[in-house]
């Protein structure tokens, strides 16, 4: 009953290609009818031949001749009909395989960030990719093979049937008690957990190898071998374990199975001889003997495929469901009535957020009553010791994650209350890890505004100082990025990711260690491009060197989930509080990396 609603989801997939799915399995269950055309015809062939045996001259011509055309047609049929099938269900399959992976792709960009960093990105890549291709090739092929493999042993049976029931049945008996071998040791428990168990072990195994692969610069400088990698040593084992117990579990239902199936011609002899010696001197008899002699072995190649078939379908089934637990995943909920900000203030009112649910064992809060308003036209930094919250902070007002306790709103808006596509395009945002697509540097940077203009993205550029090194690159702003070897450092691609959220033009502004990677050269530059481009915009920035948001109208030092100080640059150095220690410890640093030269710099 599981299994059949497993296959019934399976095939609910298909939505809106139902129809042609109907027709591939119509098409192909005409293609199996006409496959067993021969067999009438050489049951005809036969009989016409052993009627006339004594007297070869008397053989009706026509007669062979007739049934000789019959199989010429019908194969031809066979073969349009199974070409019909073919290309109906390859229509569907692309067409299903295409909707599913947008369909996905889409979800997985509606739910809330937390999804996405408890669930590995490679899982995520592997159900988009290799689960959906698995049901691509399934309905492609093998939803046709199955239906033929069911049909074709089904209608011989019902023919041997119809030809001899005993020997029949003698055939019968054995397949029945291989199938229900197999099917007892598919749908049991341990069976299921055995599948299920294996498929996990591939997935820890490949995804193990692939970490090992990424991490290869620390694999170098520590010296760790593909052995002493613990994980993947422990998943391979894992996976040996799995493999051994699938073996296992499968040998006596697999070997009578195979062994039945593959010598059915031996139930069928004896029964025959001994039917032969009690019917002895009927000619009719002797045709179906010998047709039966011809059919047997027919029945075991479509037999076996069933077999392979089953156990490909119960690896498919995983991935469904895989598929359907991404659809599972409940999506940001968007506001019924979505509502538009009169004005780009940003105020945290009340603020607390855990990562993890109030009744998790892992319960932590990391902001803890947060309260502030960042004024539009204004510069708002958050500073402090690395692990206190402030990227969180900033993650919160795009609604990566919904907050627990207070408010969060923009003008007089809750962030809750706009629609998702609106305040994405409040929200500009460069984030401490910049990610670029593999396409040119130009369409990396329209990202930002699809509709710029060449000259609108140089414009970006040059106030991100990204513009002279690009211009420097052998294909300038049509240079692919990860092609032909051209990878940027971090400064670079960071100051590409500002040139991105400039272009954007959007009323707020987020900086999140955006300037981190950048010489103190560059730092200077960006920020006197900044100061043009943020006036008018809610600027809020993270920053761990102090100088680049030193003339912010107001500085916020988080601490511990907490806002522990507030106010300008000068007003919180005379608190002597932690602003002032990290201020003295920012401006050691400099001196420290600037040399004597420089001394003096920021002493302010
Ligand atoms: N996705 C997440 N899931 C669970 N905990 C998280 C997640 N992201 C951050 N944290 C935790 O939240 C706390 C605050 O992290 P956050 O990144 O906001 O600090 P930060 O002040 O920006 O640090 P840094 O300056 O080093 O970037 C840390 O204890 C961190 O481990």
Redo the contacts with the bound molecule.
Sequence with gaps: MKQKSEISGLISIAGGKKGLLVTASFFSVLSSFLQLAPFVAVYKIIEELLIHAGQPSEIDKDVLLFWGAFVFVAMIAALLTFYISGMSSHIAAFNILYTLRVRLTDHAAKVPM?YH?QTATGELKKIIEVSVEKIEKFIAHQLPDLISAIIIPLLLTGYLFWLDWRMALVLLIPMSFAFWMQARMFASDEGRTAYRDFQFAVEEMNATAVEYVRGMPAVKVFGITADSFLTFRTAVHRYRDISLRITDLCKTSYSIFFVIVSSLFSFVVPIGIFLVSRHSGEQAFAITFILFLIITPSLSAPMLKLLHLGSGLREIIEGHKRIEAVFAENIVAEPLNPQIPDSYDISFDHVSFA?EQQDSENYKP?LKDIQFTAKSGEMTALV?P???????IANLLLRFWDVQEGTITIGSVPVRDMGTENLMETVSFVF?DVHLFYDSIEENIRMGNTKATRQEVINASVIACCHEFIERLKHGYDTKIGEGGTYLSGGEAQRIAIARALLKNAPILVLD?ATAYADAENEHKIQQGLVELVKGKTVLI?A?RLSTIRSAEQILV?QQGEIVERGTHYELRSQMGLYEKMWQAHISAAVWQLGAEKKGTGHE
């Design positions: 937390g960093t990562y990391v402090g690395s692990g206190g919250g402030k990227s969180t401490q260690e993270i761990h988080v």
